[in-house]
């Protein structure tokens, strides 16, 4: 299985970027997925999660802010994120959390 995540780049604050993550595994609506991200010497966290059921969950330090949908037909996953933030700046990884597969990350970088 592979996760290909993409639509990192230099934003700058206020600001808005779109990421994706295309699974190649079929059977892909029936499984939940997951963002997380990685900033420069800090551990991994998690950011959101989407259910198979399209139910949804936030980290509280982007609640409000990002949100995570899915496209069963594309077998895509995405994270919007509107009113970035320096601190948001990290890796971030799709994460298909029933088999434990992880995407490769994807840098975002958030700086005037």
């Known amino acids: 299985v592979q996760l290909q995540a993409s639509g990192g780049g230099l934003v700058q604050p206020g600001g808005s970027l779109r990421l994706s993550c295309v699974a190649s595994?079929?059977?892909?609506?029936?499984?939940?997925m997951a963002w997380y991200r990685q900033a420069p010497g800090k551990p991994r966290d998690w950011v959101a999660t989407i259910t198979s059921g399209g139910t949804t969950d936030y980290a509280d330090s982007v609640k409000g802010r990002f949100t995570i949908s899915r496209d069963n037909a594309k077998k895509t996953v995405f994270l919007q994120m509107n009113s970035l933030k320096p601190e948001d700046t990290a890796v971030y990884y799709c994460?298909?959390?029933?088999?434990?597969?992880w995407g490769q990350g994807t840098l975002v970088t958030v700086s005037s």
């Open positions: 595994r079929s059977g892909f609506r029936a499984v939940g």
């Open positions: 994460k298909m959390p029933l088999y434990g597969y």
